[in-house]
């Protein structure tokens, strides 16, 4: 006769094990907020902290007399943003002059480097010849150094002996005599040049990718339907890259009109009026004049609009999308 045993199950051992998967659970659930923390702790001493500093400097009679110990300065109140908006004094003309210059160049910039990047993306998505080393070519403004860039096309646009005017006047023979690129009127088109030329190929990458997500399978058969290349491009492209396109024009927008490194090595501590723009006014208003305390509400003040253009471009683009998904 073979005895049985029966195993004893021990009822609660269940209910222990319970808390203990629960923590489990809770400790993975929070362990990618864990891995963020050092990233959110760095972005707020480099970002949020000064920008913090910043907003309480626009409230203060900064000046240099109180560049040991900003904190003493006394409190000006809104006086620092009077003077900034009031567009008929001396400081707040030349403000306002500044900032319209500035969304001239952005406008043009922005959609220049749209331009060049989407045409280059969508003339190299077919396999050809050299499309790779063309695609290599056309990165390297975006991974040169801005510095040495800039400082390369600072040369090249002097009057006397750049290559601008050499191939212009010299060789083609425009113009009675060299223009003066880096002065006068001419310095916005100096600008405009060198930051579409660095800007563009951001541009090119950022379609590139997003055409890899449209199916070939989509040209193929509007071809079969008869659609040329121009249709294909107009009710398959650039539908598709709409998204791509909200987020690559709003990146360009916010890096263009906050660009100060470009004419800062351009043209050196002041810029010429054409080429004003609002990052190295704020600069020169600073810097120059030892008035911190209203280039500091100057900065506010371009903050607040970049943050209300922000918002108005998702509200406007996001309820696109929602009417185009409807």
């Not at 009822?11 to 659970?25: F, S």
């Not at 003077?83 to 403000?95: K, T």
């Not at 405009?192 to 449209?214: D, R």
Request: glycine share 8%; hydrophobic share 55%; charged share 10%.
């Amino acid at each position: 006769m073979t005895a049985t045993v029966t195993p004893r199950v021990d009822p609660g051992a269940a209910t222990r094990a319970a808390p203990t998967a629960g923590a489990a659970r809770r400790h993975g659930a929070l362990l990618p907020y864990l891995l963020l923390l050092p990233a959110l702790l760095l972005e707020l001493l480099v970002h949020l902290v000064p920008m913090l500093m910043g907003a309480v400097m626009s409230f203060k009679e900064l000046t240099q007399f109180f560049i040991r110990d900003w904190t003493a300065a006394p409190w000006a109140g809104l006086d620092n943003f009077a003077v900034a908006v009031d567009v008929d004094a001396p400081v707040g003309a030349a403000l306002l002059a500044s900032f319209a210059t500035t969304c001239v160049f952005t406008l043009a910039s922005v959609a220049l480097c749209w331009l060049l990047g989407t045409t280059a993306a969508v003339l190299l998505q077919e396999n050809f010849r050299g499309r790779g080393l063309l695609r290599t070519l056309f990165l390297v403004p975006y991974a040169l150094p801005v510095y040495a860039a800039v400082i390369t096309w600072a040369f090249m646009f002097q009057r006397d002996n750049g290559l601008i005017n050499h191939v212009l006047h010299d060789q083609l023979g425009i113009g009675e005599s060299p223009a003066f690129w880096l002065i006068g009127d001419n310095s916005f088109w100096a600008l405009l040049t060198v930051s579409v030329w660095k800007g563009w190929p951001f541009a090119f990458l950022t379609v590139t990718a997003g055409l890899q997500n449209i199916p070939r399978d989509l040209y193929e058969a509007a071809a079969l339907d008869g659609a040329g290349t121009w249709r294909q491009i107009r009710h398959i492209t650039m539908p598709a890259l709409r998204p791509v396109n909200q987020v690559l024009v709003l990146v360009l927008f916010l890096w263009t009109f906050n660009d100060f490194n470009t004419p800062f090595v351009l043209f050196g501590k002041a810029a010429p009026e054409a080429a004003d723009l609002i990052s190295l006014h704020i600069y020169q208003s600073s810097f120059q004049t030892w008035n911190f305390g209203t280039g500091s509400a100057m900065s506010v003040l371009l903050l607040l609009f970049l943050l209300v253009v922000t918002g108005l471009y998702l509200a406007l683009t996001s309820r696109g999308r929602r009417t185009g998904r409807a």
